[in-house]
């Protein structure tokens, strides 16, 4: 099931439904999002790097946004002879179902828990490192401001938020060039034209990215110091967010 083919937008369906996170999706996430978003799998190995780097025993990570769990796992396998937390939060059931499935069979370095939740309605405590891996882009906007208060807050004097984003630019020109280059990855992964315009329509109202600057200020203002770009790939950014000692 893991290794099945995303063809969810072949099909030309003249009315494009608003993308859910359902069972269908589900089914091939896998394949479409290393397909989809470039650098996924050096994200993942990075975030790995990072989280060794800033986790304090004994505390929690938080991997909200967390789907069938990629971050999850990877640091469970990545951070050796560490005991804490693991907590992957999504609001998806066909997601943290299936992550559920996954578990039982994983053999876990970490306490691990999948919790069924909105990010914006969940506690976070006690957390040394915090994960948003192209997440924070699915929350409307107005909803923004006030989450990343409540993770700052949720995070022990020197924790980090990793946050991933797809980004739009304040050019039109950059963005023209970026999207290109992104839709050019898409059609040597294997999509053709009728499913990256289906899947571009489909996520319209449902992906609202920001510009850099929108989420550096947002971080910076609610109280992470330093911020830093730590990753780009096209249109696809990491921060590194640190809450001062
Ligand atoms: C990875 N991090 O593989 N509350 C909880 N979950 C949400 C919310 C919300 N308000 N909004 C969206 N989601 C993963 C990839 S995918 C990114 C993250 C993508 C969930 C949604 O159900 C989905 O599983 C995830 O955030 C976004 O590294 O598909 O582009």
Not at 40 to 61: C, H, N, Q, R
Not at 157 to 170: A, H, N, Q, R, T
Not at 183 to 188: D, F
Request: charged content about 25%; glycine content about 4%; hydrophobic content about 40%.
């Amino acid at each position: 099931m893991h290794n099945k083919k995303d063809t969810i937008y072949k099909e030309n369906n003249s009315t494009i439904k608003p993308f859910e996170f359902d069972q269908r999706v589900v089914d091939v996430f896998p394949d479409m999002i290393k397909r989809s978003v470039p650098g996924y799998p050096m994200t993942l190995a990075m975030i790995g790097v990072i989280a060794d780097k800033y986790f304090i025993e004994d505390t929690a990570i938080y991997d909200l946004g967390c789907s069938l769990g990629a971050v999850t796992f990877s640091l469970d396998n990545s951070l050796y002879n560490k005991n804490g937390k693991i907590i992957g939060v999504d609001n998806s059931e066909a997601m943290i179902h299936q992550c559920q499935n996954l578990l039982n069979v994983h053999q876990s370095q970490f306490e691990i828990e999948f919790i069924q939740a909105d990010i914006t309605q969940c506690d976070i405590q006690n957390a040394s490192i915090v994960i948003m891996n192209f997440t924070l882009q699915f929350v409307p906007l107005a909803q923004r401001e006030e989450l990343l208060k409540k993770i700052y807050d949720g995070l022990l004097p020197g924790g980090v938020l990793i946050l991933s984003e797809k980004i739009k630019f304040d050019t039109e020109e950059e963005m023209l060039l970026m999207q290109e280059l992104h839709h050019h990855m898409k059609a040597l992964n294997g999509y053709d034209d009728m499913e990256i315009a289906n899947k571009r329509d489909a996520l319209e109202k449902v992906l609202l990215p920001e510009s850099h600057d929108i989420h550096l200020q947002r971080l910076q203002s609610a109280g992470f110091h330093p911020v830093s770009q730590w990753l780009r790939c096209l249109n696809f950014v990491s921060f590194l967010a640190i809450k001062p000692d």
